[in-house]
């Protein structure tokens, strides 16, 4: 049974930091693209950061890359996002995505192989 549970979330004022992490469990974690997507309330579902697995590559939403960083740890087989100076509009749920068949520059909500139940994260003004 493959298992995503991401952890981490909270509350925080605007300019703060949070370090989410999802824990794998089911699958090979180091052959498989890890994702963060987010989704707001009364949004869609968005593309947050991912890594890839291999050679570790990462590619971010342009709004978020000098503020987030993505990381993995195969041994722990848990993927990481770092999040600073956290804006109100940071507001959403995040979920964890693991995906076998793509790359950090082709993941999207349709490749995603599995999800995890997510984490809110809202952010103070």
């Known amino acids: 049974q493959v298992q995503l549970v991401e952890s981490g979330g909270g509350l925080v004022q605007h300019g703060g930091s949070l370090r989410l992490s999802c824990a794998a469990s089911g699958i090979t974690f180091s052959i498989y693209t890890m994702a963060w997507f987010r989704q707001a309330p009364g949004k869609e579902r968005e593309f947050v950061a991912a890594?890839?697995?291999?050679?570790?590559?990462?590619r971010y939403t342009d709004t978020m890359k000098d503020r987030f960083t993505i990381s993995r740890d195969n041994a722990k087989n848990t993927v990481y996002l770092q999040m600073n100076s956290l804006k109100p509009e940071d507001t959403a749920v995040y979920y964890c995505a693991a995906d076998r068949h793509t790359y950090a520059a082709e993941i999207t909500l349709h490749t995603v192989h599995y999800w995890g139940q997510g984490t809110q994260v809202t952010v103070s003004s």
């Open positions: 890594v890839s697995w291999g050679d570790g590559s990462t």
